[in-house]
């Protein structure tokens, strides 16, 4: 009966408000990622996430992007399994030694125009990993990165907004050639 008792005395538990001005956020950024990576490489963007040595925080957030609530895909947005296919690279946690040669390696074998945003604070700097002796340094020692996504771990929309960053970097620099 106590039971019964707490179902009817508890009162309906939602999302507060501010859910829906998220939602519309995360709807014009990734309409804008869309957008831009139609002009940069004339479809849709192709995502290609590695982790590097991560502690697995920032790959669920990176996972979260493909679930029913955010669903990316309806705006164009796609991970793919080969760097061969992808435009954007995400790449988590510090990285370790057995990881440098094949981040490296993921890196060449994704065509140009690409884009590398380091996801995390551990990508950015090491974060708590930093001066273990299975780190060889952050993605940043061994690839050119475009955007740091800061946080631990950062939220959906940061990564979002991270990506809008690199496509908005990637396309002054074309800007800047055209121009010269």
Not at 4 to 30: F, L, R, Y
Not at 118 to 144: E, I, N, Q, T
Request: charged share 20%.
């Amino acid at each position: 009966m106590t039971l019964v008792k707490k179902i009817w005395t508890t009162p309906v538990v939602t999302e507060p408000q501010g859910v829906i001005i998220e939602d519309a956020q995360i709807e014009i950024i990734a309409r804008q990622i869309d957008e831009r990576a139609r002009k940069l490489f004339g479809r849709s963007l192709h995502i290609r996430e590695v982790d590097a040595g991560s502690c697995n925080g920032c790959e669920i957030e990176i996972v979260a992007l493909n679930n029913p609530y955010y669903d990316l895909e309806r705006f164009g947005l796609h991970f793919v399994a080969s760097p061969r296919h992808a435009d954007c690279l995400l790449v988590t946690g510090p990285v370790t030694r057995n990881m440098a040669d094949p981040l490296r390696r993921t890196y060449e074998a994704t065509p140009g125009p690409k884009l590398v945003v380091a996801v995390g604070d551990c990508a950015r700097d090491c974060g708590v990993f930093a001066g273990g002796y299975g780190v060889f340094g952050p993605v940043s020692a061994v690839v050119p990165v475009d955007v740091v996504v800061a946080g631990c771990p950062p939220t959906p929309p940061m990564i979002l907004s991270g990506i809008l960053a690199a496509l908005e970097k990637r396309e002054q620099r074309q800007v800047e050639i055209t121009q010269q």
